[in-house]
């Protein structure tokens, strides 16, 4: 039983989490505007802003993504990468969308 409401509720938060966007499932979150509100306060609309935080520059994107992989994008999204703080505002159903739109926006 037990069991059972675990699988429940994973159900119940995944189904949630596309909500934030106005969404509802991930097929219709746009990773554009998931960018425009995460990331372009440091990193620009041209991932080439480079706001400093703590003294260090945010990356020149059209540098950084080609460098990582998808898996890499992601944990820099949810847990930081070095004075970069985790971004809060991204939820599980978004992050492939926005590293959709970063591999598009940002390629090699
Ligand atoms: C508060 C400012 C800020 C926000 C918001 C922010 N970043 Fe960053 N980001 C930085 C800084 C500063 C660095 C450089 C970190 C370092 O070198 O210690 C960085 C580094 C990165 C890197 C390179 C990491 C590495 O290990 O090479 C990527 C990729 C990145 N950011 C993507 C994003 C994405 C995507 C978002 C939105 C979801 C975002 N950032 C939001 C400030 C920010």
């Given amino acids: 039983m037990k069991a059972f409401w675990g699988v429940v509720t994973l159900?119940?938060?995944?189904?949630?989490?596309?909500?934030?966007?106005?969404?509802?499932?991930?097929e219709t979150i746009d990773g554009a505007e998931v960018y425009d509100a995460n990331c372009t306060a440091c990193h620009g609309d041209d991932g080439q802003q480079g706001t400093e935080v703590n003294g260090t520059a945010a990356a020149n994107l059209t540098v950084a993504v080609?460098?990582?992989?998808?898996?890499e994008?992601?944990?820099?999204?949810?847990?930081?990468?070095?004075?970069?703080?985790?971004?809060?505002?991204?939820?599980d159903a978004e992050l492939d969308p926005l590293v959709e739109?970063?591999?598009?926006?940002?390629p090699e």
């Fill in 11 to 26: 159900v119940l938060v995944g189904c949630n989490g596309g909500t934030g966007t106005g969404g509802g499932d991930s």
């Fill in 66 to 71: 080609p460098a990582l992989s998808d898996d």
């Fill in 101 to 106: 739109f970063l591999r598009e926006q940002f």
């Fill in 73 to 91: 994008l992601k944990s820099v999204i949810t847990d930081g990468s070095g004075v970069m703080s985790a971004v809060s505002g991204v939820d």
